[in-house]
C-alpha cells in the first residue's frame, strides 16, 4: 500500500475492517436461524412482509452483531480509504459460510472452499493496490466533494434506481429473484458509505476540539446514515428470508463492493492518482474475489465425488483407451443438473411395478 499505508492508522483500520467481517459474518447466521425458527412456529415471515421476527432473540442477537461489525466498519472508514476497507467485507462471506456449514448444514463442497481461499487472495492483493484517497480532513472539503456534479448525478441515480426496484420490481419479481432486494441494499449502502466517512471526519474534528455540533452538514449526514441503513437492514432481513444464506451472503457482497468502489472513485477520485500496476492489481484482485465468490455460489449445491474427476485419475481406465471405450462413462459434467420428466416418470413407473 506504500509509505503512507505504513502509518499506524492505516493498522488499526486494518484490524478493524477485519474484527467487522467477523461480525457481520455471524450475524447472517444468527438472523437466519431466528428467522427459520419464526417459520417452523408458523408465524408471518419477513419475506410476506411480516415483523414476527422483532420478538425473536436470536434475530436481535444478530442484529448486535451486526451492530457491532458496522460500528467497527464505520471506524475503520475513518482511518482508511474505503476501497481498503470494503474489499475485506469478503471476509465476511468466509465466516458466513463455514458458520452455515456448521450450524445451518449447509454443506462447503470443495468449490465452496476453493472459492473461500480466491477471496482470501483476492483481498490480499486489493489491499497491497489499494488507490489512496484525496486527503478530506474537514467537513468543508467533504462538502465540496459532496457538491461535485458527477457524484450528484451517481446519488440521483441510485435513489431513482432503488425506488423504482421498491415500488415497481419488488412486489413483481422479489420473491423469485435474489437480486431485486439486493440490488437496493448495495445501492443505497454504497451512499451510506460516503455518509459513513463524513461522519468519521466530523468525529475526528469534534474530538480536536472543533465546533462541529454547529455544522449542519454533519447532521444531515447522521440522518442520511440512519435512514440508508434503515433501508438495508429492511431489505436484506427480506432476502435472508426467501433465499438461502450462501446465496444471499456472496451476491450482496460482490454488488456492494463494485457500488462502493463505484461510489469512491467518483466522490473522492481516487483512481486519478493511481499508477497503472496498482490499477491492474485492484481490478485482477476484485475479479479474483468475484472469481471465488462465483465458485462459492453457483456450485454450492454439486456434490463432488471420484466420479467427477478425470478416468485416469479415478484407476478405472487407460488414460491412452480410445474414446468409445470410455463413452459408457460419461462423466456428470455432461448431464442435466436436473433430472428431466421422462427420467422422473420413467422411475416412477419403474416403482409401480415393483409395488405391484
Not at 166 to 188: E, H, K, T
Not at 197 to 215: H, N
Request: aromatic content about 8%.
Amino acid at each position: 500500500v506504500g509509505d503512507e499505508g505504513a502509518r499506524p492508522g492505516f493498522y488499526v483500520g486494518l484490524g478493524l475492517a477485519l474484527g467487522s467481517s467477523a461480525f457481520i459474518g455471524a450475524s447472517f447466521i444468527l438472523k437466519k436461524k431466528g428467522l427459520l425458527r419464526l417459520c417452523r412456529r408458523g408465524r408471518a415471515r419477513a419475506g410476506q412482509g411480516g415483523h414476527a421476527y422483532l420478538q425473536e432473540w436470536l434475530w436481535w442477537a444478530g442484529l448486535l452483531c451486526m451492530g457491532i461489525g458496522e460500528a467497527a466498519n464505520f471506524a475503520a472508514y475513518a482511518f482508511a480509504p474505503a476501497t481498503l476497507v470494503t474489499p475485506l467485507g469478503a471476509l465476511s462471506v468466509l465466516v458466513s459460510a463455514v458458520l452455515s456449514s456448521v450450524f445451518l448444514n449447509e454443506q462447503l463442497n470443495v468449490h465452496g472452499k476453493i472459492g473461500c481461499l480466491l477471496s482470501i487472495l483476492g483481498s490480499t492483493v486489493m489491499v497491497i493496490h489499494a488507490p489512496q484517497e484525496e486527503e478530506v480532513s474537514s467537513l468543508e472539503s467533504m462538502a465540496e466533494k459532496l457538491k461535485d456534479p458527477g457524484f450528484i448525478v451517481f446519488a440521483a441515480c441510485v435513489l431513482v434506481s432503488s425506488l423504482l426496484l421498491i415500488f415497481v420490481a419488488g412486489p413483481r419479481y422479489g420473491q423469485s429473484n435474489v437480486l431485486v432486494y439486493v440490488l437496493v441494499c448495495s445501492a443505497i449502502g454504497s451512499l451510506s458509505v460516503s455518509c459513513v466517512k463524513g461522519l468519521g471526519i466530523a468525529l475526528k474534528e469534534l474530538f480536536s476540539g472543533k465546533p462541529v455540533l454547529k455544522e449542519p452538514l454533519g447532521w444531515v449526514l447522521l440522518v442520511c446514515l440512519v435512514i440508508c441503513i434503515s433501508v438495508q437492514i429492511n431489505y436484506l432481513n427480506k432476502a435472508l428470508d426467501i433465499f438461502n444464506t450462501s446465496v444471499v451472503t456472496p451476491v450482496y457482497y460482490v454488488l456492494f463492493t463494485t457500488a462502493v468502489m463505484t461510489c469512491s472513485a467518483i466522490l473522492f477520485k481516487e483512481w486519478q492518482h493511481m499508477v497503472l500496476d496498482n490499477i491492474m492489481g485492484t481490478v485482477s484482485g476484485f475479479l479474483t474475489i468475484v472469481s471465488g465468490i462465483f465458485l462459492l455460489h453457483a456450485f454450492r449445491d454439486m456434490p463432488f465425488t471420484p466420479n467427477l474427476l478425470p478416468l485416469f485419475l479415478q484407476g478405472r481406465a487407460d488414460p491412452h483407451a480410445p474414446w468409445r471405450s470410455t463413452s459408457q462413462h460419461q462423466s456428470c459434467q455432461h448431464q442435466p443438473l436436473l433430472p428431466s420428466e421422462d427420467k422422473g416418470s420413467r422411475s416412477t413407473e419403474e416403482e409401480e411395478g415393483e409395488e405391484g
